[in-house]
């Protein structure tokens, strides 16, 4: 499974971005995934993750309220609503967890390559 992760941009704190995590393979819907994020000299962070079949969810105290992950059989998403600049940040979408439905990155087999989040206040 190659994941590929898009949406970031520079925002004003406040405003919203949706990423995306598009999968190619045949894999990726059996699957649960995860959103993770990573600053620089601190470990990569869990975000949000989901079950294969979308019907389960877990999010970081600090993201639940204002975050949103969702999926489709080849896309994950991250919708991220009223960011703030402590929400800045390399963000990282993952998938085959092992155990299932994993908070630890460390579980996540594949990868994406990034996307970057900037919030200004």
């Known amino acids: 499974v190659q994941l590929q992760a898009s949406g970031g941009g520079s925002v004003q704190a406040g405003d919203s971005l949706r990423l995306s995590c598009a999968a190619s393979g045949h894999s990726f819907s059996a699957y649960s995934m995860g959103w993770f994020r990573q600053t620089p000299g601190k470990e990569r962070e869990f975000v949000a993750t989901i079950t294969s079949s979308g019907s389960s969810t877990k999010y970081a105290d600090s993201v639940k309220g204002r975050f949103t992950i969702s999926r489709g059989k080849r896309t994950g998403y991250l919708q991220m609503n009223s960011l703030k600049p402590e929400d800045t940040a390399v963000y990282y979408c993952?998938?085959?967890?092992?155990?299932?439905?994993?908070?630890?990155?460390?579980?996540?087999?594949?990868w994406g390559q990034g996307t970057e989040v900037t919030v200004s206040s």
């Open positions: 993952a998938a085959q967890s092992i155990p299932p439905f994993s908070t630890n990155p460390s579980s996540y087999g594949y």
